[in-house]
Structures are given as C-alpha cells and as structure tokens.
C-alpha cells in the first residue's frame, strides 16, 4: 500500500469497541456456568445462565451501536479528530 | 391418512399456498426499474432498512434444519447440543466491525460475492476461485438440509413419496427465478411470525402438560444415566467442555463466512442497519435455545423417533412427533408449516448465493470478461435453478445421511476462507500466494481429520462428527477438539510462515485497488466505477 495515501477521513476506532469482547469471551467459559445448581423456574444453572448470556450480548452490542452511531450522511468531523488524536496517542 | 392428518395437511396446504403466491408478488414489491441486474435480482437493490434485514438474515441463519437437527441434537446427547446457543451469543459481536468494513467496501465497489472481495483486495483471480468454489461447496449441502426439514414434517403427516417435496421446490425454484431475492425477503415475515408463535406456545404449553421444566431434564438426566455413552447429561462433562466452547467459536467464526450470510448483509442500505441488527438479532438465539429444549421436552414427552429413509432411528423426527403427540391437529399444522415455509426461505437466499458465486467469480471471471449486468442476473437466475436440481436430486438420490456428513464438512471448509475474506477486511498484510497455501494445507489438515472421526452410534468409521479425539495423535487423554478449529489453525501458521518466506524471495504480489478509506464509506458514498481504480493503478489489460 501507498505510504502517501492520506489515512481514512473517518474511523470505526472508540473506545467503546472493547465491550465487545466481554459478549465473546464468557460464553466461551464453560467452567462458569457447568454446574446444575443454583436452578431457576427449574432450569439447572447451565441452562438459565447461558440464556442470560444473551441479554448481556445484546446489552454490549446495543450500547456500541449507540455510542459509535454516526449522524445520518457526510462525515462524522468530531469522531474523526477524536480517533485521529487517539492514533497520535498511541503512536 | 386418518382425519388428524388430513386437518394438518390442509393448513399445511394453505399456508404454503399463500407464501408461495407472495414470492410471486414479491417481485412487484419495492419493483425496481429492472430486475436484470445482480444488484435488483441477487441483492434486493441493496435497499432494505433495519427490521427488513432482521427478518431476512434472521430467516436466512436459522433455518428449518436447524430447528429440526439442533434439538435432535439435544435429544441424543443432551448439553452438547446446547452449544448453538453461545454460538448464536458470541457471533454477532465477534462480527461487527468486521461486516460493517466489509459492507462498505462493497457498496464503493459494487461486490456482490466474498470472492468479488478477494479478487479486488489481493489482485488474485485464483485465490478468489478458490474462496468461490469454497463457498459453492459448503452451501450446496446446506440447501439439501433444508430439504430434509421439509421432509421430516411431511413423513409426519403420512404423506408418503417424493412428489410433494418435489413440487414445493419447484415452485419454489419458480419464484426464486422471478423475484430473487425480494421472495425470500417477503416470506420471512410470514416464516418468522409463525415459527415465534409456534415456539411461544410450545415453551409454555408443553411443560405443562408433561409436568414442569424439574420434570423434564429430571427424565433427561434419567435417560443419559441409562446410556453407555460418556458424552451425554444434561451437564457437560471434563471431556467435552473444550470442544463445546471450540465448536461454539469455530461456528462462530463460520457463519458469516458463508455466501448466504454474506448476500443477507450486503442487500441492507447502509452500516446502521447492520449494527442495529447485529444487537437486534440474538432474539433468534433466544428462540433458538427453546428450541434446543424441545429435545428435553421430548424425551420426557416418551417420544420414540421413527426410522428414517435409511432403516435407522431419524433423531430429526422427534421435534415433528412431538407437536404431533401434544398439541391440536390445526396448531400442529400450523407448527409444521412453520418448520416447511421456514426452510424456503434460506434455501432461496442460499441457492442466490451460490448462484452469484458462479456467476461473478468462475463465469464472468473465466468465460465472459465482457458480461452485461443483464447477462450476470441471467446466468445467476439459470444457475440458481441448477442449483435447486441438484439439491433435489442429492436428497432422493442419495442417503440423507451423505447431506449431513457434507454440511459437517461444510463448516470446517468454509473456515479455511477466513484468512482471505475476514482477515483481509483488516489487514491487508497477507501476501496472495500466502493465502493460497493456507488454504491448501488448512483443507488438506482438516479433510485428514474428519476422515480419522469413527462414529459409533451409526457404525462409520470415518467422517462421523467434528469431535476429534485427540488420543489419535498419542495424546494421552479422552479430550476431544473441534476440527474446523485446528484445521483453521494450521491455516494461519502456513499462511505467515509462507508470506514472509515470499516477502523475503521478492515474489511478485497482487495489487490492492481498495482504499483504506473505502472500509468507512456509507450509504450516499460515491461509489468506484468499474475498471476505474485498475486503470489508476495502471493494471488495465
């Protein structure tokens, strides 16, 4: 790629990308939630527990998608800058 | 046919008569000026907002096999089955920045296959054959399981022959032709309402009748305890626990993979669909864990499944008995048709897939440099029918068993994509010979492995699950591992390992005609016109 490419006007980059790796990861570790008890409405722990999973899946993604929303058309200017001093930051 | 039947197959008949006469009507439905392009016939116009999309990629992710084959699942070994609830959890975050990079490329580009993708990114005619012929491969078993959803309702109605089914793909081979993807995207309202309110009423209705949930995995655990196999209970046990939490990320990391997933996403508007849905979609999971549940339900309920085509217990006929055993026959037509009209939809939107596939990627990039977008929506339309032959055809001709073993297969295949097309969205570090010969070892790796799987329940000796023990490397342990996992693994090691070694030998990479700023681009964008950027990066021929 082209050193001389100017870097994208706008950018995915926040901050708020990293509560997206909570909804991957504990899903993910059956060590939590194997066991059958405490149940709920009779459900072994395994089961409920996994179906509270979800809520906490949504829970993570809806608070991105609102926090990282762009305003409808053009180029969201304010997000840009922020990412683009947080890229100076990191450098 | 005794009169429970015939009131079951009369509702069954209508309703499939009315989605059937939607996706007729569908082509009228948001009416383009021209259906003779892949954009209006294979994508929808790229038009459709947020709850369009949650119906339509909702209808196209889960499908009728999987509500038949997941609580069959759940049926025979218990908690193992349970896996497709943290799959369906972790996926979409595990997606989203990805698709919505991937969305934004296309709509600059006009791409409409992961292989159009590909191409473009890594400048390699061959590597974008091969993520198409992946691609092909992984879904052609898939529209023939959806098939064998249809076929499980029918065989519970005791309607016997292949005539039936073959007349409901036909028409439906008929509408797919006319309205593309605009059919599918219409039914699924209709599959959908149906298929919650089927579950909503089953989930409350039958655990009443059969003595509450305590009830119920009591009977389950009884039943596991009975059995000889270490696998099964409604807990996991120290051996499978890896390979469920492997098996959840590794399907995970397929799903989007797939063509049809792919076509689902790209037909939204902008990147704000996609995010809303990407939140809003887990309330299929939900559904999608009830549904599991109904494997407890029936094995409580004493279901017993009946034998299949090939003289052994179907486990994919419980869930269809059951509804048979406790419910009405009306509300049992009515859930049957659910499981029917819910295997229509993906099998339209994955026959378009495939169908884009061949058009984009092996037709017009092999045989016709030149073709029109007229000439694409038409040999896209052609090859979706062809498609539809041949899954008809691999379901009666062959032992459904073969279908199974193949869409197994498909997820581990589709996985040796993800280097290309959901690395490639990010980085585009990978040289294009790299790639290839990840590919190469990845499939050979995980071909090996599926081949070394015995199954004992059904006497195979070979290509009998995904659960690969890993004593049959010397390891000492009754462990097993996903193989699409590892196989994906080996991937990525051969990948870097050869992209150095060409970057170090000076092989001649592709050229990349994408942008950095292409990957952020929305709806209203200016779009690339085609040839453009390759003539800018002085590549026209």
């Not at chain 2, 819910?342 to 073709?371: C, H, W």
Request: net charge positive; aromatic share 12%.
């Amino acid at each position: 790629m082209a050193d001389a490419e100017p870097g994208p006007r706008r950018s995915d980059r926040s901050p708020w990308n990293w509560l997206l790796i909570l909804p991957v990861v504990v899903p993910l570790l059956t060590f939590l939630f194997n066991k059958d008890k405490p149940r709920l409405a009779g459900f072994p722990f395994f089961y409920w527990m996994q179906f509270a999973f979800i809520v906490l899946g949504v829970g993570c993604t809806t608070i991105v998608y609102l926090m990282t929303r762009r305003p409808s058309g053009g180029a969201d200017v304010s997000a840009s800058s922020a990412s683009s001093a947080a890229e100076t930051k990191e450098d | 046919m005794s009169g429970r039947h015939t009131t079951e197959l009369v509702i069954f008949i209508v309703l499939f008569l009315i989605v059937s006469a939607m996706g007729f009507v569908a082509a009228r439905w948001r009416r383009p000026t021209t259906m003779q392009s892949l954009d209006e016939w294979g994508l929808g116009g790229r038009s459709f907002g947020s709850w369009i999309t949650w119906f339509l990629v909702g209808g196209d992710l889960y499908t009728a096999y999987t509500f038949v084959a997941v609580p069959a699942l759940v049926f025979g070994a218990g908690a193992a089955g349970f896996y497709a609830v943290p799959y369906t959890i972790v996926v979409y975050p595990l997606v989203f920045l990805v698709l919505i990079r991937l969305w934004s490329v296309s709509h600059v580009h006009g791409f409409v296959t992961p292989a159009d993708f590909v191409r473009a990114r890594f400048g390699s005619s061959t590597l974008a054959l091969l993520v198409a012929i992946t691609g092909i491969v992984a879904t052609m078993p898939y529209i023939a399981l959806q098939l064998v959803g249809i076929q499980a309702t029918l065989e519970a109605m005791g309607v016997k022959g292949h005539w039936p089914l073959i007349i409901a793909f036909a028409i439906l081979a008929a509408y797919t032709y006319q309205s593309g993807l605009r059919a599918p995207a219409l039914i699924a309202f209709v599959k959908d309402l149906l298929i919650y309110v089927v579950i909503l009423v089953a989930i409350f209705y039958i655990p009443h009748k059969l003595g509450g949930w305590s009830h119920i995995f009591g009977a389950a655990q009884a039943k596991f305890d009975k059995t000889p196999a270490p696998t099964d209970g409604t807990l996991l046990n120290h051996n499978n626990q890896l390979n469920y939490a492997m098996l959840a990320l590794g399907s995970a990391l397929a799903l989007f993979l797939y063509p049809h997933s792919v076509t689902g996403v790209l037909a939204s508007k902008n990147r704000n669909v996609i995010k809303r849905n990407m939140a809003a979609l887990p309330a299929y999971s939900f559904l999608l864990g009830l549904i599991a549940l109904l494997g407890f339900m029936a094995i409580a309920g004493g279901i017993k499944p009946v034998a299949g085509g090939n003289g052994k217990p179907d486990g994919n006929t419980v869930v269809p008995l059951l509804f048979d055993h406790v419910f009405p026959s009306w509300f049992t037509g009515v859930a049957y048709a659910a499981i029917g009209i819910g295997a229509l939809v993906p099998a339209a939107i994955m026959s378009i897939a495939a169908a884009n596939l061949f058009t984009r990627n092996i037709y017009k990039e092999y045989f016709r440099r030149d073709a029109t977008p007229s000439e694409e929506a038409t040999v896209s339309k052609l090859a979706s029918l062809v498609v539809k032959i041949g899954a008809v055809l691999a379901i009666l001709l062959l032992d459904p068993q073969f279908s199974i073993d193949l869409q197994l297969i498909g997820g581990v295949i589709i996985l040796q994509t993800l280097p290309s097309v959901a690395l490639g969205l990010v980085t585009r570090w990978f040289h294009r010979g790299g790639l290839i010969a990840g590919w190469v070892a990845g499939m050979a790796a995980g071909m090996w492995m599926l081949y070394r799987i015995p199954n004992p329940a059904t006497k195979k000796l070979h290509f009998g699950g995904s659960a690969y023990p890993l004593s049959d490397i010397g390891i000492d342990t009754k462990m097993t591992v996903y193989v699409g996992a590892i196989a994906l693994a080996i991937n990525l090691i051969v990948a870097v390992l050869a992209t150095v070694l060409l970057r170090a030998l000076r092989t001649a990479d592709g050229v990349d005609i994408t942008r950095a700023d292409d990957y952020v681009a929305d709806e209203g964008d200016p779009k690339v016109v085609q040839g453009t950027r390759e003539v800018e990066e002085g590549l026209a021929t």
